[in-house]
């Protein structure tokens, strides 16, 4: 049976997602960004019972969610792996060849953002974390203490366009050598007391958020490896 717990997030741009998927009722779905189960659910719900979703995540939290609330539905099974491990994943399962139609929905998410402790978010105080798999790999505070000042503003170049990248990094570095970075209210007034201007309804730490955020994660380098898996 489909789960009929009530979504906490509404996913953006849903019905133009499905729409383009084609789906029919017998077909095998990878969501590939499980989240909190959005898109999941809706696909669920318009399978017919010889359908099937495979769903991955490399959040833990995002795997609680899916034994909740799709754990009693035998056409979902959920791997906990970073969407760049597709093709392996989508081979375990015997779907390889098999596959009707892939999602991705990039970015971070809202309950990511919503819950301080993973310190994605620059207006709730929390250890600057940012990693979408808190057990795995360097908390942003850790990738900070190591960077240097080129290769931060390089990154907030390049992941965050901030026109003020180069102010930025060396006020990170310099504080950086007075004493750790390690929560998100540090930073963000780091980069406030920096940032000269102010774009209308946007936080000053907002770029600079987003940068650390997909330099911690490797997003672009998980995107180039899921990319050609996904044609294939």
């Known amino acids: 049976m489909t789960s009929t717990a009530p979504l906490s997030h509404q996913p953006v ?4 997602a499905l729409t383009a998927l084609h789906l029919h009722p017998g077909g095998r ?4 960004t499980f ?5 999941a659910a809706a696909l669920l719900a318009a399978l017919g019972p010889e359908g099937r979703v495979l769903a991955l995540d490399r959040d833990p939290a995002a795997a609680r969610c899916a034994a909740e609330r799709f754990g009693g539905d035998a056409r979902f099974s959920f791997v906990r792996a970073a969407f760049g491990r597709l093709a392996e994943v989508v081979a375990e399962q015997g779907w390889s060849g098999r596959v009707d139609g892939i999602l991705l929905d990039l970015g971070v998410s809202s309950p990511q953002l919503d ?22 790999g360097s908390s942003a505070a850790e990738w900070l203490d190591r960077v240097d000042e080129v290769e931060l503003g390089r990154v907030l170049a390049e992941y965050g366009e901030e026109r003020f990248y180069r102010r930025v990094a060396r006020a990170v570095v310099a504080s950086l050598r007075q004493a750790p970075v390690a929560t998100t209210q540090q930073l963000a007034a780091i980069v406030a007391a ?4 102010r774009e209308p309804g946007k936080h ?15 997003e672009l380098g998980e995107l180039r490896a899921v990319l050609p898996q996904a044609v294939r």
Do not use: K
């Open 115 to 136: 819950d301080p402790a993973r310190g994605f978010s620059f207006n709730r105080d929390g250890p600057l974390d940012m990693r979408m798999d808190p057990t795995a």
């Open 29 to 32: 779905y990878v969501d590939a």
């Open 13 to 16: 741009l849903l019905t133009e």
């Open 35 to 39: 989240g909190r189960g959005g898109h």
């Open 194 to 197: 920096t940032v000269p201007t």
């Open 204 to 218: 000053p730490a907002t770029r600079t958020f987003q940068a650390i955020r997909i330099a911690v994660n490797d």
